[in-house]
């Protein structure tokens, strides 16, 4: 997404007055998912460079 594409975004236009919008395009997401025993679950997902698609890759458990 371009500065100009996204500054036409209804959604993105209507933010207060002296706000500024940032745009983020991540190459790698991080999740983490708690457990009451503190054994969390940790997710990664990379995006591969060449096809464009992310990939779960298993952290710990």
Do not use: I, N
């Amino acid at each position: 997404m371009t500065s100009r594409r996204a500054c036409q975004d209804s959604m993105l236009t209507a933010a207060e007055p002296g706000w500024r919008v940032f745009a983020v395009m991540p190459a790698t997401v991080e999740f983490w998912q708690g457990a009451t025993d503190r054994l969390h679950q940790r997710l990664r997902w990379p995006k591969t460079e060449k096809e464009g698609l992310w990939q779960k890759q298993m952290l710990w458990r």
